[in-house]
């Protein structure tokens, strides 16, 4: 199983950049797909997160309004919409998965660089 993110890059303050991540190998059951991302000197956190099933979303509170993470079930992926960047939304960005029966992710794509300059 493997899990390919794509679509970061540079962009300035207020852009809006895309990224998708899919999900290749065997198939397999799962709970939720997330983002999360890994700023310089800070502890990974959880950006978005969707059931895979429900299409349910939650955002964390920094970038609720700004940021939207759909679902391609097709094609066994996600995007994450990022509009109105800021600086402090520079980061690397993964991709993961939950499997069914799992209660933490535990499989990571090789993420992604987004920086957002000033």
């Known amino acids: 199983v493997q899990l390919q993110a794509s679509g970061g890059g540079l962009v300035q303050a207020g852009g809006s950049m895309r990224l998708s991540c899919v999900v290749s190998?065997?198939?397999?059951?799962?709970?939720?797909m997330g983002w999360f991302r890994q700023a310089p000197g800070k502890e990974r956190e959880l950006v978005a997160q969707?059931?895979?099933?429900?299409?349910?979303?939650g955002y964390a509170d920094s970038v609720r309004g700004r940021f939207t993470m759909s679902r391609d079930i097709a094609k066994n992926a996600i995007h994450l919409q990022m509009n109105s960047l800021k600086p402090e939304d520079t980061a690397v960005y993964y991709c993961a998965v939950q499997r069914s029966g799992r209660s933490t992710y535990e499989l990571w794509g090789q993420g992604t660089q987004v920086t957002v300059s000033s």
């Open positions: 969707i059931g895979w099933l429900s299409g349910n979303i």
């Open positions: 190998g065997r198939s397999f059951n799962k709970n939720f």
